[in-house]
């Protein structure tokens, strides 16, 4: 199984919609993180979480919202598609490891389109 | 604002020769620098790091040249193979409770000819 989970792997929905998209991880890591990935643009962060009762607001979180169900546990809520969110969205945890070095662990990619 | 910039699009090299991806930087609070490596429908895997305190770190195929004064670094690959074509990502970290957020650039597409 994968270390970062995410699914559904593609999404199409309608403008308007409410959609989730669920990661959960058996890294055991405390830090996660939702990107967005867009051509031309890399990867940009939208929220991310340092610990369960922790959510921080990224530099793109409008129209978006998070929930941290459990350690293991990160969604990502669109709470009324539009079509400029259509993207590759990427979850992601990380810790320092044993040589304080920061590691991520991506998971594979959600691709939304929103029609 | 883009604080971490690729500016080259793509690259194209033969198999068996060098190939430099670059990538700069604004934020001089930024003190550790990743790159990764995303193949089509897989999410990005971690490739090199470099501390601010280095100005070169070496693995393998792999080296990060950082260059603080003009907040450049680059990836230089030797030699290239052609399961080295894949898109790179720079990415860039700062201290306290910046720390573990990363900052993107836009991406270097590589294509590695045989």
């Known amino acids: 199984d994968a270390d970062v989970t995410q699914t559904p792997r593609n999404r199409i929905t309608k403008t308007g919609k409410r959609i989730m998209l669920e990661c959960s991880q058996t890294k055991g890591h405390d830090r996660m993180y939702w990107y967005r990935q867009d051509p031309g643009l890399g990867l940009r962060l939208i929220y991310y979480s340092f610990d369960v009762k922790d959510i921080n607001k990224g530099e793109i979180s409008d129209g978006y919202s998070v929930s941290r169900q459990a350690q293991a546990k990160f969604s990502l809520s669109l709470e009324s598609a539009i079509p400029n969110q259509t993207a590759l969205y990427f979850c992601?945890?990380?810790?320092?490891?044993?040589?304080?070095?920061?590691?991520?662990?991506f998971g594979s990619g959600t691709r939304l389109t929103v029609v | 604002d883009q604080q971490v910039k690729q500016n080259s699009p793509s690259l194209s090299v033969q198999e068996g020769r060098i190939s430099i991806l670059n990538c700069d930087y604004t934020n001089s609070m930024f003190d550790y620098f990743l790159w990764y490596k995303k193949y089509p429908a897989e999410g990005p895997t971690f490739l090199i790091s470099?501390?601010?305190?280095?100005d070169k770190n070496e693995d393998g195929r792999f080296t990060v040249f950082l260059n603080k004064s003009a907040k450049h670094l680059s990836l230089h690959i030797v030699p290239s193979q052609p399961g080295d074509s894949a898109v790179y990502f720079c990415?860039?970290?700062?201290?306290?409770?910046?720390?573990?957020?990363?900052?993107f650039g836009q991406g270097t597409i590589l294509t590695v000819h045989p």
């Open positions: 990415a860039a970290s700062g201290p306290g409770t910046s720390y573990g957020k990363l900052t």
């Open positions: 470099i501390s601010s305190i280095k």
């Open positions: 992601a945890t990380s810790d320092t490891g044993r040589t304080g070095r920061l590691r991520y662990t």
